[in-house]
């Protein structure tokens, strides 16, 4: 007969499964971005003089900016997941909140460059894109495209860490269960590892 | 399983993060600067290659592949591999049409 006092309540945790799924929606994203990468491949190899007439009209200060702001961000979200493995709650709050901080940073900053493009009459279908050659039409196209869809996971990516910044901060998260951390922690990462491509191929076209 | 997935995850400290870092800060300089000295395809070769250690940094270090199980880094492999087949197969097409 089971002694009914000795029922233990099993919770499910399974942090290498939910990693693994974590992955696997990460090589999602690697294709959807992978297949614009392909587009913009072909259309490069296919329109060499005209991307890099495009390319100079990108401002590389900003671009290696955004880029040292995101790597600086990554950094701050894996010191996160290793302040709260080390019971310092508040510490990965704080390097969390640094995170989203930088990532609202990078967005302004590609705020103010489109609207510089825009202002100047750069968009897509605009008449002073279509008047110029091909090739720099599509490489616009795909400058607002690739951004633009990157942009959208950095907000997606800041919402995500806001929402574990919360859960870090009323003890959801602790020392002992942080895989949620850990989980928008590597999508973050992906955002930056997609920007670190992004970079060099619209921004320093030789 | 669960004091095993620690001893795992308690390698990394807060000084491979920030060297990393800092290695990645280097690399973004080298690519600036060498984006305007190099021409013509080397550039490009010499940008992806620079962006690719810098990937390899961020998926080993930060995202934690080289503490995990070793099952993740051969599916990291195998999605990077079918990436890099599309790439190749696109272009031995492209290279043969012409313009």
Redesign the interface.
């Known amino acids: 007969m089971i002694n009914q006092e000795q029922v233990v309540e099993h919770v499910h945790?399974d942090?290498?499964g939910t990693?693994?799924g974590v992955?696997?929606f990460l090589?999602s994203e690697?294709?959807l971005f992978?297949g614009l990468f392909?587009i913009y491949?072909?259309y490069r190899?296919?329109h060499q003089a005209e991307f890099h007439v495009a390319a100079k009209e990108l401002n590389?200060i900003i671009g290696?900016l955004n880029?040292?702001i995101l790597?600086?961000s990554?950094?701050t979200?894996?010191?996160s997941?290793?302040a709260i493995?080390r019971k310092n709650r508040n510490l990965s709050v704080f390097l969390q909140c640094i995170t989203i901080l930088l990532g609202i940073i990078f967005l302004v900053n590609k705020y103010f460059e489109w609207m510089t493009k825009i202002h100047h009459g750069i968009y897509p279908g605009s008449e002073a894109l279509l008047s110029k050659g091909s090739g720099q039409i599509l490489f616009f196209g795909l400058y607002f495209t690739m951004t633009g869809l990157h942009g959208l996971h950095v907000i997606i990516g800041t919402v995500l860490i806001a929402v574990m910044t919360r859960f870090t901060f009323n003890g959801v998260i602790t020392s002992e269960k942080y895989v949620k951390l850990?989980a928008a922690?590597?999508y973050w990462?992906l955002v930056?590892?997609i920007w670190?491509?992004l970079?060099?191929?619209f921004y320093?076209?030789? | 399983m669960d004091k095993h997935q620690t001893a795992i995850e308690q390698k990394h400290n807060y000084g491979i993060y920030i060297l990393v870092w800092l290695a990645l800060l280097i690399l973004t300089a080298l690519t600036v600067t060498v984006s305007g000295i190099n021409f013509g395809a080397i550039t490009v070769a010499t940008a992806l290659v620079i962006a690719s250690v810098k990937s390899y940094l961020v998926l080993t270090v930060f995202m934690h592949l080289r503490s995990e199980m070793r099952a993740f880094r051969l599916f990291v492999v195998v999605a990077l591999c079918f990436i890099i087949i599309c790439f190749v197969l696109l272009f031995a097409d492209y290279s043969f049409l012409g313009a």
Request: charged share 10%; hydrophobic share 60%.
């Open positions: 945790k942090d290498i990693r693994m992955w696997l090589f690697l294709l992978g392909l491949s072909v190899f296919t590389v290696t880029t040292v790597l600086t990554s950094l979200m894996a010191l997941i290793t493995q850990e922690g590597l990462h930056d590892i670190i491509f970079f060099p191929l320093l076209i030789t």
